[in-house]
């Protein structure tokens, strides 16, 4: 396995009671990298996110993270390694503040969650790091809005700080702007290029305007297999693509 992959699947593969949802994938992820997935629906995006992240486990193939074989390791194991998923950690409490929110993320990384009989001014100490991550997201005015109150672009926003707070090495982003207008869908896009400075990101996306504009490699699923990969100018001008994927997209 190469050290300049963070991520590597070997004909990883997933069958439901005769139907395969994921067919020998092979996937390299290079190290500092935002890698997209991408394809249309039913193609098996979100089941190699659940592969991945072991939420399903393989039915064969393996998974090598930094080298490692981590196919037959738990979520918790395999978040503890530095693969977080967004959804996984992103503990949204609607009603509580937008501060209040990265702050229990970063008690999670300091392991007190559950030391309820700890004042809560001993959290105090953590405000600084979750101004900081508020900082990174564009959300700093906002640290005292309640949660529920923040416009939909900025909960993701919130969401990818939460995830943040952990520091993750590998940043898994299942569709970051779905449902969102034009304007929260680039300023969401800008975010993660921002902080995938210092990390690997890769990201299951139907956008094709935020995958041209922040992903390095591109990865296309059809029907659970890999039909093309590349960068978005080689991937979009593939026949393949532009039948299998482009036309559902526009047509």
């Given at each position: 396995m190469s050290t300049d992959y963070i991520l590597q699947t070997?004909?990883?593969?997933?069958?439901?009671?005769g139907f395969v949802a994921v067919d020998k994938v092979n996937l390299q992820v290079q190290r500092g990298t935002i890698h997209a997935l991408i394809g249309p629906n039913g193609a098996g995006k979100t089941t190699v996110f659940n592969l991945l992240t072991k939420f399903l486990t393989p039915t064969r193939g393996t998974i090598h993270f930094n080298g490692i074989d981590i196919t037959?390791?738990?979520s918790a194991q395999?978040?503890?390694?530095?693969?977080?998923r967004s959804f996984q950690i992103s503990a949204v409490f609607p009603?509580?503040?937008?501060l209040e929110n990265v702050r229990i993320a970063l008690q999670r990384k300091l392991?007190?969650?559950?030391?309820?009989w700890r004042s809560a001014k001993s959290l105090d100490v953590l405000n600084g790091r979750a101004m900081e991550l508020l900082e990174a997201v564009d959300l700093r005015s906002f640290a005292d809005t309640v949660t529920v109150?923040?416009?939909y672009g900025r909960k993701r926003a919130l969401e990818i700080a939460t995830t943040l707070a952990l520091e993750p090495e590998l940043m898994l982003l299942d569709e970051p702007t779905q449902g969102m207008g034009h304007e929260d869908v680039g300023r969401v896009a800008d975010l993660i290029k921002r902080v995938a400075a210092n990390r690997t990101v890769l990201m299951v996306e139907h956008n094709l305007g935020v995958v041209s504009h922040i992903c390095d490699?591109?990865?296309?699923?059809?029907?659970?297999?890999?039909?093309?990969?590349?960068?978005?100018?080689?991937?979009?001008a593939d026949a393949r693509v532009l039948e299998a994927y482009m036309g559902t997209a526009h047509g």
């Open positions: 070997r004909d990883l593969t997933k069958e439901f009671k037959p390791e738990r395999i978040a503890r390694r530095g693969v977080v009603h509580l503040s937008v392991g007190t969650s559950f030391h309820f109150e923040l416009p490699t591109i990865t296309v699923l059809q029907r659970g297999a890999v039909l093309a990969e590349g960068p978005y100018e080689v991937v979009s």
